[in-house]
Nanobody, 122 residues
Framework: QVQLVEAGGGLVQAGVSLRLSCAASGRTFSSYAMGWFRQAPGKEREFVATISGSGGTTQYADSVKGRFTISRDNAKNTVYLQMNSLKPEDTAVYYC???????????????WGQGTQVTVSS
């Protein structure tokens, strides 16, 4: 069982940076690939980024590549999403999730946090 709690969302202006964090419970955090997904109003949940258990492999959605960076600190059981050059279209509820294997598919993730709202104004 893995419990995930996101933090760091907020209301920001376009162009600034924001860092999300996701704290996980349990002693096997490094066994899980971690992902960030987002869901905007009226849209389906979409993949943002994922990182392997060791942190050595990452994948990004094309829409955030070069602006967002996913990282993890296994000693702190925490995964981060550094978001730079934010755009209004980044506005969404951001969710972190845990999976046994690295994947960009939400269906592969068995554990989800409650989400944190990010709103980017123009």
């Amino acid at each position: 069982q893995v419990q995930l709690v996101e933090a760091g969302g907020g209301l920001v202006q376009a162009g600034v940076s924001l860092r999300l964090s996701c704290a996980a419970s349990g002693r096997t955090f490094s066994s899980y690939a971690m992902g960030w997904f987002r869901q905007a109003p009226g849209k389906e949940r979409e993949f943002v980024a994922t990182i392997s258990g060791s942190g050595g492999t990452t994948q990004y959605a094309d829409s955030v590549k070069g602006r967002f960076t996913i990282s993890r600190d296994n000693a702190k059981n925490t995964v981060y999403l550094q978001m730079n050059s934010l755009k209004p279209e980044d506005t969404a509820v951001y969710y972190c999730a845990a999976a046994l294997l690295l994947s960009s598919s939400s269906g592969r993730y068995g554990y989800w946090g409650q989400g944190t709202q990010v709103t980017v104004s123009s």
